[in-house]
C-alpha cells in the first residue's frame, strides 16, 4: 500500500500543476484554480502514511514529491522547446498551458515544501501526544492549518505587488475555505485508508514471522 499512497501522491502533485491554469468559480463569491480540487487530497495522503509508516517515511514521500515537480518541470521546458513538426499547429496553446510563469513555480514550491513539512510535523505531534486515538484531531488539524499556511505562502509569493492587498486576501480566504471543507470531509477516506494499509501490514509481518 505504501508504493500505491506514494505513486498517488507524486501523481496528484503532477496532476494539480497542470490543472493550475484552469479558473473556475463557485457562484459570484469564489474563483479557484482548478489544481485545488486535486491538491487538497496530497495532504490525507502524507497523513495516513504518517500514521501507519511513520514520520520518516512521510517526510520521504514529501522530498520525493518536491524532486518530481523539480524533473517534471524541467522535462516540460524542454518538451516545450523542442523544435515543433511543420503540421503540428498547436505550439501556442501547448506552451499556454504547460508554460507556468518562473514566479509562480516558485511560489508553488515554496508553499509545497514549508506547508507539507508542517503537515508531517503537526500531525507527529499530535500523534506522540494522543498515541493511537483521536486520528480525526490530528488528521483535520494538521491539514486545516497546513492548507492555511499553503495557501498564504502561495498568493504572497505569487501575486504581491500585481493586485491591491484587499485582493490578495480575498483570494486567501476563497481558497482556504474550500480546502478547509474538503479537510473536513475526507476524514472518513482517512480513517478507510489506515484500516486498509493496517491489515496489509499486519498481514505482511504475520507471513514473515
Not at 8 to 34: D, E, M
Not at 143 to 166: E, N, R
Not at 178 to 202: M, N, S
Request: with cysteine.
Amino acid at each position: 500500500m505504501l508504493l500505491y499512497l506514494n505513486a498517488a501522491f507524486t501523481g496528484l502533485l503532477i496532476l494539480s500543476n497542470i490543472l493550475a491554469v484552469k479558473l473556475f468559480s463557485l457562484g459570484t463569491w469564489a474563483i479557484l484554480p482548478a489544481a485545488v480540487i486535486v491538491y487538497v487530497f496530497t495532504y490525507p495522503i502524507t497523513d495516513v502514511i504518517g500514521e501507519v509508516y511513520g514520520r520518516e517515511a512521510a517526510r520521504k514521500t514529501v522530498l520525493a514529491g518536491f524532486v518530481t515537480q523539480i524533473l517534471a518541470g524541467i522535462f516540460i521546458y524542454a518538451a516545450i522547446h523542442l523544435p515543433a513538426a511543420p503540421f503540428f499547429e498547436a505550439q501556442a496553446e501547448f506552451e499556454t498551458i504547460l508554460n507556468g510563469s518562473f514566479r509562480i513555480t516558485i511560489a508553488s514550491l515554496l508553499s509545497y515544501l514549508v506547508s507539507q513539512n508542517l503537515d508531517v510535523t503537526v500531525f507527529h505531534k499530535l500523534k506522540e501526544k494522543h498515541g493511537s486515538e483521536k486520528l480525526w484531531l490530528r488528521n483535520n488539524l494538521s491539514t486545516i492549518f497546513s492548507q492555511l499556511v499553503d495557501t498564504t505562502v502561495f498568493i504572497v509569493v505569487a501575486f504581491y505587488g500585481t493586485m491591491p492587498i484587499m485582493a490578495l486576501f480575498g483570494l486567501i480566504v476563497t481558497q482556504y475555505l474550500f480546502k478547509f471543507l474538503v479537510a473536513v470531509l475526507d476524514t472518513p477516506i482517512v480513517y478507510f485508508l489506515v484500516k486498509l494499509c493496517k491489515k496489509e501490514k499486519q498481514t505482511a509481518n504475520v507471513q514473515m514471522s
